[in-house]
């Protein structure tokens, strides 16, 4: 089974910048697509971005021109690069498989706070 370690949440200030990482167990490459997850208390995970084939990005609206998603297949590692950051933004960040209805084991994401 694939298992996926995010890193990378922490503190920051609106306006501010992280880089979310999420290392895989299994040859990146493998895996056609894989997004990013956001969940926040009292609401559904929702993907705020995929990858697929490695060069086909996809953003929801709300971090379009802020968020890029990126990998490195020899690190076997899936990236988040989050700029301009705000509050709404906050949340536990996990990454997954993507566009296939089914998914490995959720990892323990990682958080992500931005104060105002």
């Known amino acids: 089974q694939v298992q996926l370690v995010e890193s990378g949440g922490g503190l920051v200030q609106a306006g501010g910048s992280l880089r979310l990482s999420c290392q895989v167990s299994r040859t990146i490459s493998s895996i056609y697509a894989m997004g990013w997850y956001r969940q926040v208390p009292e609401k559904e995970r929702e993907v705020v971005a995929s990858?697929?084939?490695?060069?086909?990005?996809w953003y929801a609206d709300s971090v379009k021109g802020r968020f890029t998603i990126s990998r490195d297949i020899p690190k076997n590692t899936l990236y988040l690069q989050m700029n301009n950051l705000k509050p709404e933004d906050a949340g536990v960040y996990y990454c997954?498989?993507?566009?296939?209805?089914?998914?490995?084991?959720w990892g323990q994401g990682t958080q992500v706070t931005v104060s105002s």
């Open positions: 997954n498989r993507f566009g296939t209805g089914t998914y490995f084991n």
């Open positions: 990858l697929a084939g490695g060069s086909k990005e």
